[in-house]
């Protein structure tokens, strides 16, 4: 018994023996599997990190893709435009080019045509006239320029819309990654080209602006000397007008004199025929009493007929200048009548002077603010101050008889317009 018993106590520990060894063997094996397990979660972690490093490249590269694709379009939209500002900026200088080319031979040509008619008159009508022909023409000419402008503009509105619509469809069917990749480098290549070849376009552009600046300056500067020729010519003229107008007054002033010395030398030479008719003689010592008191009377009305046969024989002579003319004068200098004769256009009579010269003595100054047509009278005799049509001369009763008499209008410039001289001969 005792023997069964340590055969059982030593298989128990046999057994028992083998089942610790079976549970280190075991628990090596659980902290194997353990370990590995942990490995596994780590290498699981870690995929699962790069599996959303990779999920995250796969955004950004889709986005970079849109943002590639975005640029692509962008790019060929920036090469057809600048292709468009290519075209537009050559067919600008080339426009400017012709243009210039083309006002430089109309300029000459009207200057050439200004010079020839101020050649041939040079009055103040004609270059008002001159004048707004020019800038009628100019006018035209820009609007024919901006005309075409426009219709340029709209011809490559209308071209650079078809193209943007058909890069897109074919951007829409073909693009690829790559390509697109290859594409952007190749347009950011050709758009650095357009880039430096539009720098030069712009200074080439720069320096054909400068160049027609410096010829509208020149044209300026051209026409102000042409201006300035034509004022320092008009004013000689007139200068040398106003000498022959006043070479004119001072010559009828001489021939009136002579005339009336030669009807003094007749009355002398009959005094003397008649000497022995002491009626006659009589007769003419009277017409020459009245002849020289005649000619020293400065506020009296000149006689019309004098005693005996001599009788009194007025001339006329009237000018006018322009459209303003002395349209009578009243014998007895009471009243003097201006008139326009023009039929439409009204003459400014601001600041211009009246003045009356009686024998070469006396001068009587009006000076009156306006226009139309005018009767100026003398004061108390008869008539009504009714501006714009007459006017009172308050310094003066008369404006004064004699046998030369000389009625001038004189404009602000101190320019002899009309004038109106009356002669009496005996």
Avoid at 40 to 55: A, G, P, T, V
Avoid at 106 to 129: C, F, G, M, P, S
Avoid at 322 to 344: D, M, W, Y
Avoid at 367 to 389: C, E, H, M, V
């Amino acid at each position: 018994t005792r023997s069964f018993v340590r055969q059982l106590r030593s298989d128990f520990d046999f057994r028992y023996e083998e089942a610790l060894r079976l549970r280190e063997g075991d628990r090596e094996k659980i902290d194997g599997q353990l370990t590995q397990l942990s490995e596994y979660e780590s290498e699981i972690n870690l995929l699962r990190r790069r599996i959303q490093n990779l999920e995250e490249e796969v955004n950004r590269l889709k986005k970079e893709n849109v943002r590639l694709q975005n640029e692509l379009q962008k790019a060929r939209s920036d090469l057809d435009q600048e292709t468009l500002n290519r075209i537009d900026y050559q067919n600008q200088v080339q426009t400017l080019l012709e243009e210039i080319d083309f006002i430089r031979r109309v300029h000459e040509q009207e200057i050439k045509e200004l010079q020839a008619l101020a050649a041939r008159d040079t009055t103040a009508e004609n270059r008002e006239y001159f004048k707004n022909e020019l800038a009628l023409a100019i006018r035209d000419i820009r609007n024919e320029y901006d005309t075409i402008t426009a219709q340029n503009k709209n011809d490559m509105e209308s071209w650079y819309k078809l193209k943007v619509r058909r890069e897109t469809q074919s951007a829409r069917q073909t693009m690829e990654t790559g390509y697109q990749k290859e594409e952007t480098k190749r347009m950011r290549v050709q758009l650095g080209d357009l880039r430096g070849k539009l720098a030069d376009l712009e200074s080439r552009n720069s320096l054909l602006e400068k160049q027609v600046q410096e010829l509208t300056y020149q044209l300026e500067d051209d026409q102000r000397s042409y201006e300035a020729a034509l004022n320092d010519r008009d004013a000689q003229i007139r200068k040398m007008r106003e000498e022959c107008q006043s070479l004119m007054v001072e010559l009828q002033m001489l021939l009136d004199t002579k005339q009336t010395l030669d009807a003094e030398i007749a009355i002398y030479r009959k005094m003397l025929e008649g000497e022995e008719n002491r009626t006659g003689l009589k007769q003419l010592v009277e017409q020459v009493v009245k002849t020289h008191s005649l000619q020293q009377q400065e506020d009296t009305e000149s006689m019309r007929v004098v005693k005996g046969e001599m009788a009194t024989r007025t001339s006329f002579q009237r000018s006018a200048k322009g459209n303003v003319s002395i349209a009578e004068c009243q014998p007895e200098g009471k009243f003097i009548v201006l008139e326009n004769t023009h039929r439409s256009k009204d003459e400014n009579l601001d600041e211009w002077k009246l003045k009356r010269k009686i024998d070469g003595k006396r001068e009587l100054v009006f000076t009156f603010p306006s226009k139309y047509i005018l009767r100026i009278w003398a004061k108390n005799q008869g008539g009504i101050n009714d501006p714009p049509t007459q006017f009172i001369f308050d310094s003066e009763d008369s404006w004064g008889v004699g046998l030369n008499v000389q009625t001038i209008l004189y404009n602000k410039d101190g320019e002899v317009r009309p004038f109106f001289i009356i002669t009496n001969l005996i």
